[in-house]
């Protein structure tokens, strides 16, 4: 999660520390003081404390007084090709609102980067609270989550077949992570923008404080099976509401996850089929997820986009020979990158669906755009031909947008951020 007003930005008049133990509970109020000021329950604050990369956090000082906050998460993050790829995950960002427009944020930028090209992570990612500021660093938004109020009344489901071969069962739904947990790490490889999760991790899909429930039950669990095999999982709260006419409670979906097309059926019919309700909500899934082709009436599910994950080359060579491209490739890149000058000019990528190398070069560009650009097209999810309609990328040789925009593709479908950080 990362905050900050947009502005003018100058000299800093604060001191960037490293993040101590002992610090934690000061620099984490800073951080809430800035998304607002609301508190969290006892058990989230446990869990954040817990698994704060303290090794990669540091802090923004204004002689006695935190003002700063910026952190990064050690992770791994699925490329195309169904590479786990060392990712720098960019959280708790926050800049108090005392000391706006005197550069803190773009000082602490300026420092997490160059930290995180010396642990050789070649990409960086985050989530923008206000995705109008990171632009200037050099994310680009590269993944976007659907989100739909399913009218469960009108909308039916018509499922492949097999679906009726599927067993579901209520768990509890602390006593069942591990299974979960195994379910989604088969899920990571399949689809570019997957996080292999850190031990840990599985707690925070699992926080329930009455405090955020907003009027819905505890989290509910629900296993598919196949075989005598756990398949697949979702999690969900029903919100009851009741009027004259009678029922009309909600669904609310927090995490669903399988492994084959018909458990990912079965699960989604149980969602439309609670009984006392009559809407579903959904936050955040996949783009080109299955469920969209199986319902009667689309128009009633309300569907909206909003950007998820944003994606920062650090390290346009390794980033760029992590991945494959589903179509034979073989293209210069002139990369403008003046936020981190090591990336800036010309790179020759050739590659394919067995692999891909990439180095600098001296030879004539076919393709002009910002490591911004890259970002955004790096998983697959941004056509580079979107991007040079809106004037983003130039073609300087004929043909070379076609080519790079097919290779840059994803085969294994939509990329997709599964939770936030």
């Known amino acids: 999660m990362t905050t900050e007003a947009t502005g003018r930005t100058g000299l800093p008049a604060t001191d960037l520390r490293p993040l101590l133990r002992d610090d934690w509970d000061n620099w984490y109020d800073t951080l809430l003081r800035a998304f607002g000021g609301a508190g969290e329950s006892?058990?989230?604050?446990a869990l954040w404390r817990d698994i704060t990369p303290y090794e990669r956090s540091f802090g923004?000082?204004?002689?006695?007084e935190l003002v700063g906050t910026a952190g990064a998460f050690d992770f791994r993050l699925t490329v195309p090709g169904g590479a786990?790829?060392?990712?720098?995950g960019v959280t708790m960002v926050s800049v108090s609102a005392t000391h706006r427009r005197r550069g803190v944020l773009t000082s602490m930028m300026r420092r997490q980067l160059d930290d995180i090209r010396t642990w050789g992570d070649p990409l960086a990612v985050l989530t923008a609270s206000e995705p109008a500021i990171y632009g200037r660093f050099g994310y680009g938004a590269a993944t976007f989550g659907l989100h739909a109020e399913i009218d469960t009344s009108r909308v039916r489901l018509s499922v492949p077949a097999g679906t009726d071969d599927v067993r579901l069962r209520y768990a509890e739904t602390g006593a069942v992570l591990d299974v979960c947990e195994a379910v989604y790490?088969?899920?990571?490889?399949?689809?570019?923008?997957?996080?292999a999760r850190r031990p840990g991790w599985e707690r925070l899909g699992v926080l329930d404080p009455e405090s955020e429930r907003g009027g819905a039950s505890p989290l509910q669990c629900v296993l598919a099976e196949r075989d005598g095999e756990v398949t697949g999982y979702v999690?969900?709260?029903?919100k009851p509401k009741w009027t004259d006419t009678g029922h009309n409670g909600e669904v609310l979906l927090t995490d669903l996850a399988a492994v084959d097309a018909?458990?990912?059926a079965a699960l989604w019919r149980?969602?439309?089929?609670?009984?006392l309700t009559t809407s579903l909500t959904v936050r955040g899934r996949p783009l080109d997820e299955a469920w969209q082709h199986l319902v009667s009436d689309i128009r009633r599910c309300e569907l909206r986009v909003r950007d998820s994950l944003h994606v920062r080359l650090v390290d346009v060579g390794a980033a760029l020979a992590a991945r494959t491209y589903q179509a034979p490739v073989d293209v210069v890149l002139d990369v403008e990158d003046a936020f981190c000058p090591w990336n800036a000019g010309r790179w020759r990528l050739s590659g394919d669906a067995k692999g891909a190398v990439c180095s600098p070069t001296t030879d004539a560009a076919d393709l002009r755009l910002s490591v911004r650009e890259l970002g955004a097209?790096?998983?697959g999810g941004v056509s580079l031909g979107s991007l040079a309609r809106a004037g983003r990328v130039r073609e300087l040789r004929p043909g070379a947008l076609a080519e790079a925009s097919v290779g840059f593709g994803s085969a294994s479908g939509e990329p997709w951020l599964p939770h936030g950080f």
């Open 235 to 238: 999690r969900y709260r029903v």
């Open 84 to 88: 786990s790829v060392p990712t720098a």
């Open 377 to 379: 097209a790096y998983l």
């Open 262 to 264: 018909v458990s990912e």
């Open 42 to 45: 006892a058990e989230e604050r």
């Open 270 to 275: 149980f969602l439309f089929g609670i009984d």
């Open 185 to 195: 790490a088969r899920t990571v490889p399949l689809r570019a923008g997957m996080l």
């Open 60 to 64: 923004a000082w204004d002689g006695a």
